[in-house]
């Protein structure tokens, strides 16, 4: 599938800010055999001082910037157009869940996408018991990895309520647990607790996910989102794989991915500090536009 994104995300303050250093990670990955950014431009306004691209650790292409003057507003623009290639699971090589231990341990690489960064504890993920517990009643011995990746994803789907006003960013996964409602960061981060505390390596995944609208109504514009998702690794010969516990499916030609981190502080869109005081109101816009080819 051939895409063109937009992104809006918006920041409008009570009281002008100053001295805002912010770090964004928006521009879609080229991954191969997956996944190839054709173009891709972000513009900010008002206009930065002083602005640098890195690549952080996790290999994604970051952009830091700094606005010293007084401002009332920030507003970024991404616009990109992406190639996503089908990547459907053939088959199920997993292991079954006594023998991943030996599996990982005979991984001797530290890169980025080595699984021992994905088994403990994380910035923003610490091991909860009543999500441990939850997990062990998903890990049935006669299942394979990706069995129980692909149960606990099914669990969380129906277990849990979609719901906007439930959390917010700063919620724990044990807020959205015990309420058995969140959003996608919140369904991602208890799928990744759950299958961490069963010794499988899980990790984070940022992008946007193209809706389709209901029969007979038009696309409305801007009603796309950035989304999140698991990976989780299944062993040496599948590898990491891709689950959307908000939808009960695994990633597809309609997940595009943005960036792969620990959890969400790996991976978030924009974050930053500044001077101000008072509250700050965002507004964010997404399409996903697919290209006749």
Known sequence: MLYDLSLHMGYIYDSPASGARHIMRLMPLSLPDRQRLIAGSITISPSPDEQSHFTDFFRHP??????????????????ARVQVESHSIAADFSPMLTGLPGE?????SLDPESPHHFLGD???LSETKA???????????????????????ARINKDFTYDTEATSVDSTP???????????????????????SLGIPAGYVSGFLRTIPPPGKERL??????????????????????LDPTNNIPASTDHIVVAYGRDYSDVAPVIGVLKSYGGQRAVQAVDVVPLKQ
């Open 174 to 196: 044990l807020d959205a647990f015990e309420l058995k409602r969140g959003v996608c960061q919140d369904f991602s981060h208890v799928m990744i607790l759950a299958l961490r």
């Open 221 to 242: 514009e801007g009603a796309d989102a950035m989304h999140a998702w698991v990976r989780v690794w299944c062993g040496k010969t599948l590898g990491w794989v891709e």
């Open 62 to 79: 970051s952009t830091s910037f700094l606005l010293r003057s007084p401002h009332e507003t920030l507003d970024i623009r991404m616009q």
């Open 131 to 153: 999500i441990s517990d939850y997990a062990r009643e998903s890990a049935d011995a006669s299942r394979t990895v990706l069995q129980i990746a692909t149960a606990v994803c």
């Open 104 to 108: 990982v341990a005979a991984i001797w």
């Open 122 to 124: 994380s910035p923003r």
